[in-house]
């Protein structure tokens, strides 16, 4: 079995994508953790760790992956929802 793998978009290390939180952009632009990684809509890969989250924030990530403006407060609602899992 090949386990498929992905890039985190902070920290950019490559881990079984089951170790890495998914970050999906949906329809209607919301920005959210996809719990369950099969949500619709453009996807991007964290590690499950706050540091990364954080590193996410000040480098402004998100904007890169999804190639648009992302909020400061949508970063901070990811932290809040990363604390919540
Ligand atoms: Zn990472």
């Known amino acids: 079995m090949n386990n498929p793998q992905r890039t985190c978009i ?7 994508k089951k170790e890495l939180i998914r970050i999906v ?6 920005i959210e953790i996809d719990k369950t990684g099969r949500k619709n809509g453009r996807g991007a890969y964290i590690c499950n760790d706050i540091k990364c989250f954080e ?3 000040k480098t402004k990530g998100l904007d890169r992956s999804f ?3 992302i909020a400061a407060q ?5 932290i809040d929802e990363l604390n919540l899992l």
């Open 55 to 57: 590193i996410l924030k």
């Open 74 to 78: 949508v970063y901070d609602k990811l």
């Open 25 to 30: 952009r949906t329809k209607e632009g919301e």
């Open 10 to 16: 902070a920290c950019r290390n490559i881990k079984e």
């Open 67 to 69: 190639k648009s403006q």
